[in-house]
């Protein structure tokens, strides 16, 4: 496994641990970028909530489903969530990879929120 074979796949399964220790899995956009997976969400969602109480990640490719196939690259990490100006460049490092697809989300949320933009990067390292 290496993280390129994450960053060239189009979703990634991004299991996190609730409080109790029980996985869950959740099939998002990622990118890599000087050694780091990169991972975009919204503020509110409850993997944020999970990786404030406990930063361990799985990382595996999977489908835009979240289904996994037998042999798919996967490896443990441990993950931090950035705000503020870190966002900048975690947007940047995304557009460049998924273009269009990245602006399309991205740019309705904006206009909504009056500019505000209600999300969190995650930063992976293994």
């Not at 099939?27 to 361990?56: E, H, I, M, Q």
């Not at 950035?82 to 975690?90: F, N, Q």
């Amino acid at each position: 496994m290496t993280l390129q074979d994450f960053a060239r796949s189009e979703y990634i399964s991004l299991t996190t641990y609730r409080k109790d220790g029980t996985p869950v899995a959740t099939p998002v956009w990622a990118a890599a970028d000087g050694g780091v997976l990169y991972v975009w969400t919204r503020s509110d969602s409850w993997k944020v909530k999970r990786l404030r109480n406990d930063s361990r990640v799985l990382v595996t490719v999977c489908d835009a489903r979240g289904r996994v196939a037998e042999g798919a690259p996967s490896a443990e990490g441990t993950a931090r969530l950035l705000d503020g100006d870190a966002m900048g460049a975690v947007r940047k490092v995304l557009a460049r990879k998924y273009t269009w697809k990245f602006w399309l989300v991205d740019w309705p949320a904006m206009v909504v929120r009056l500019g505000k933009r209600p999300h969190t990067g995650i930063a992976v390292t293994f």
